[in-house]
């Protein structure tokens, strides 16, 4: 069984910028990990993803050069750094791993699921 929890998020003016975290416990594919963002209203999103085991990393086309995701992997630790946020960017992040994603962008590759993180940007 895998557990993560996310934390970092809160509110933010437009502009700024906010660090998650995505720490990982039990038997973690430590292959991928991602994270998604729901906004209200709104289908599940892929944000961004990375390889466990060579650190490539993917971004939604509307995060690139804004986000960046990162591990630690001596803490089973996952991290998005988020800059210049804009109010479109608010929603609930969640933080996801898989045990064997090929496009790493599908909510559907994901095997286990944190419980989310609302990140809220003011205009």
């Known amino acids: 069984q895998v557990q993560l929890v996310e934390s970092g998020g809160g509110l933010v003016q437009a502009g700024g910028s906010l660090r998650l975290s995505c720490t990982a416990s039990g038997q973690t594919s430590r292959y991928a990990m991602g994270w998604f963002r729901q906004a209200p209203g709104k289908e599940r999103d892929f944000v961004a993803a990375i390889n466990w085991i060579d650190g490539s990393t993917y971004y939604a086309d509307s995060v690139k050069g804004r986000f960046t995701i990162s591990r630690d992997n001596a803490r089973d630790t996952m991290y998005l750094q988020m800059n210049n946020l804009k109010p479109e960017d608010t929603a609930v992040y969640f933080c996801?791993?898989?045990?064997?994603?090929?496009?790493?962008?599908?909510?559907?590759?994901?095997?286990?699921w944190g419980q989310g993180t609302q990140v809220t940007v003011s205009s």
């Open positions: 996801a791993d898989s045990y064997g994603a090929t496009w790493f962008t599908k909510d559907y590759e994901y095997d286990y």
